[in-house]
């Protein structure tokens, strides 16, 4: 079955920087497009940034010049590395995979990343 699972998730002082990765199994990686969400407590999930299968890349604009998505086919996961983060970052990480053709959809189980002094 397809599993997507994140880590990397923690506490983190605002500047800092930490880098989330989402490895996936169960499914051929390179015909998904993978993406990032997140959700704070009382919001709704909203997407931080996507990578397609040939690597293009589109950035929520709340974290542009700060966080840069990447993905390594041979490894079967993406990564989010967060850098100058901000107290509003504080949320929950979900990677999310959607098949290029059937537009199937899986989502990993989140990690918490929380940004405070």
């Known amino acids: 079955q397809v599993q997507l699972v994140e880590s990397g998730g923690g506490l983190v002082q605002p500047g800092g920087s930490l880098r989330l990765s989402c490895a996936a199994s169960g499914l051929t990686f390179s015909y998904y497009r993978m993406s990032w969400h997140r959700q704070a407590p009382g919001k709704e999930r909203e997407l931080v940034a996507n990578?397609?299968?040939?690597?293009?890349?589109v950035y929520a604009d709340s974290v542009k010049g700060r966080f840069t998505i990447s993905r390594d086919n041979a490894k079967n996961t993406v990564y989010l590395q967060m850098n100058s983060v901000k107290p509003e970052d504080t949320a929950v990480y979900y990677c999310?995979?959607?098949?290029?053709?059937?537009?199937?959809?899986?989502w990993g189980q989140g990690t918490q990343v929380t940004v405070s002094s």
């Open positions: 999310k995979a959607v098949h290029i053709v059937s537009a199937n959809t899986y």
């Open positions: 990578i397609s299968n040939f690597g293009m890349q």
